[in-house]
């Protein structure tokens, strides 16, 4: 396979990739506004700890467990980050 094949293979991959952060982020604004009517903080160290366990558990090769753990890592810091935006009404 060449290099073209190859980042056309991963142009569709992070279509995929965009399409379900997308679906994330909606569920996300959903827990935004529970955790608005209910006075919860946004940030829940042990809910993290536990995905990221769980994320690291479903990598299958380890030499991609330390990446794959450092993206949701990412993902969840962006989505803390947009939760507070979205408390703060903007």
């Known amino acids: ?5 190859i980042r056309q293979q991963i142009d569709a991959i992070d279509k995929d990739i965009v399409a379900l952060l997308e679906e994330r982020m909606k569920l996300v ?8 009517s209910t006075g919860k903080a946004i ?16 990598v299958v090769n ?4 330390k990446s794959i753990v450092a ?3 990412d993902i969840m810091k ?3 980050t947009y939760q507070a935006g979205k408390l703060e009404g903007k």
Do not use: C, G, I
């Not at 380890?62 to 467990?65: G, L, R, T, V």
């Open 1 to 5: 396979m060449d290099l073209n094949e």
């Open 29 to 36: 604004t959903q827990v935004s506004a529970y955790k608005q």
């Open 43 to 58: 940030y829940d160290p042990e809910r993290e700890k536990a995905l990221l366990s769980k994320v690291a558990d479903s």
């Open 62 to 65: 380890p030499e991609y467990q």
């Open 78 to 80: 962006h989505s803390r």
């Open 71 to 73: 993206s949701f890592a």
